[in-house]
Structure formats: C-alpha cells, structure tokens
C-alpha cells in the first residue's frame, strides 16, 4: 500500500504542476520587454495536448505500481464498479489530493518568488459565471466530460480490450476533453487538479471549488454505473489499473511484491 500512495501522489503532482503548469506559464502569448518580440502561447490546443501527454506518461510510468489513477473521480469510479476496497480507495484519494497541493504549491512559488507570470491570473483554477458559462452549464459540463473519460478508461481497460494502447487511448481522451473544457470553464474533471490551485487562489477559485469536487464524482459514479450495465460479467475485472497492467501487489512493506500483467483480461 504505500508505494501505491507514493505512486498516486508523484503521479497527482506531475499531473499538476506540468499540466496545469503550462497553463500558467504559457496560455495567453506574451512580450519579451528585453527585445520586444511576442512569445508565442501554447493556447487552449497546446494546454490540452500537455494534460494528455502527461497522464500518458503517468500511465506508463506508475501504473504498474497504483494502476495510475491520480484522479479521485477515476477512483470512485473504480469503488463503485467493485473494482477497489472503499478504505484503499479513500486512501488513494487522500494523496491525490495532497500531490495536487504540492504541484500547486510550487506553482505558486515560481509565481510569487521565481519571476514566472501568470497568464491565467488564477493559478489554472476552475470557474463558472465567467462570461463563458453559467453554474448550471459548468455542473452538467463536468458530470458529461468526467463521465465520458471515465467510461473511456473503464471500456479500454476491459479484458478484451488492447491493454499495451489503453494509456494512450486514455491520455488523448483527456486532451479531447479539455480541448472543450478549457475555454468554458478551465477543465476541472478531476478534483484533486481543481482543489490544488483553489487553495492557493483563493477568492473567488475557492467559492467555486464546491462544483468542482462534486460534479466530477458524481460523473465518476455514473460511467461506473453505465460499465456495470453494459460489460458482460465475464469481462469485468477487479485490476485496478487504468494502463492495462495490474498493480504490484505489496504483502508487506518488504521489497518483495509480484506483478500480474492483465493482458489477457
């Protein structure tokens, strides 16, 4: 269990500090005062390709440890679908939550004492009533987009599915989905990315983090429940793992521990 807490936390941070990271450095263009050229922006494309690159490489990376799920929303699914005990599962939360402070955190820290601007002016957090969408839109957008990326991780992971692709179905999933979530309301589907720069924005990030957190599990409940619905009994597994791959099983806190590959799951 730790090195599988361990994993979910690295994995969180990463998600958050590179991902929404090059929100912040990077998603508005700016100007070079020393030579007065523009500095091209990496926009709404570019942020969005960066989240699913980086859960590619979270998948690959740690999966075969946590089953890489660094998103609470993917792991209640994974209770709801039976697929992970409730005190695992709350525990994985748990860190999740925490890796995400510790990448907003730093983000915040190059902000205020490392000369970096934020061109998003809210450290990447989510928001609603923002000229773009409205409280209702923003909380039946993220339960859709959670949903939808959600069920993709579920359907891919499935024993017949193609478990050496399932991290890059995954990770271009993500970026589609934030190629429609970040104009309207930054692309929450995930509470522990919200929760992380809410805390350090503060003001108006956290009078809105409410919807953030909720509308996301629930979408996590409802594609558990749709993949119940629709997966034959005989195709449902109890792996864990969002990469096709089974976690390292630890029996203790020794070194010893076994890997059980799904690949014909």
Known sequence: MPRKLLAEFLGTFFLVFVAVGSAVAGIAATRDDTSQFVIPAAGVVG????????LVMAVY?????????INP???????????????????????????????AGLLKFLVTTGGVTDKTGA????AYDNGAINLTGALVLEIVLTAIFVLVILFVT???ATPAFAGIAIGFSLAAIHMVGIPLDGTSV?????????LFAGG???????????????GGVIAALIW??????????????????????????TEASTASVTATR
């Open 158 to 160: 499935d024993k017949v």
């Open 73 to 103: 929303a993917v792991t209640i699914a994974m209770m709801v679908g039976r697929k992970m005990p409730l005190v695992e599962g709350l525990a994985y939360m748990g860190v999740q939550v925490l890796g995400a402070i510790a990448g």
């Open 190 to 198: 995930n509470p522990a990315r919200s929760i992380g720069p809410a």
């Open 123 to 126: 450290l990447g957090s989510n």
């Open 47 to 54: 942020v969005a390709l960066t989240f699913g690159f980086v």
């Open 61 to 69: 990376a740690i999966g075969h440890i946590s089953g890489c799920h």
């Open 228 to 253: 119940r619905g629709m997966t034959p009994k005989e195709l449902e597994t109890d792996d864990t793992s969002i990469d096709g791959v089974a976690d390292l099983r630890d029996d203790s806190d």
């Open 204 to 218: 108006t990030a956290l009078s809105q983090l409410w919807l953030f957190i909720v509308a996301p599990l629930i």
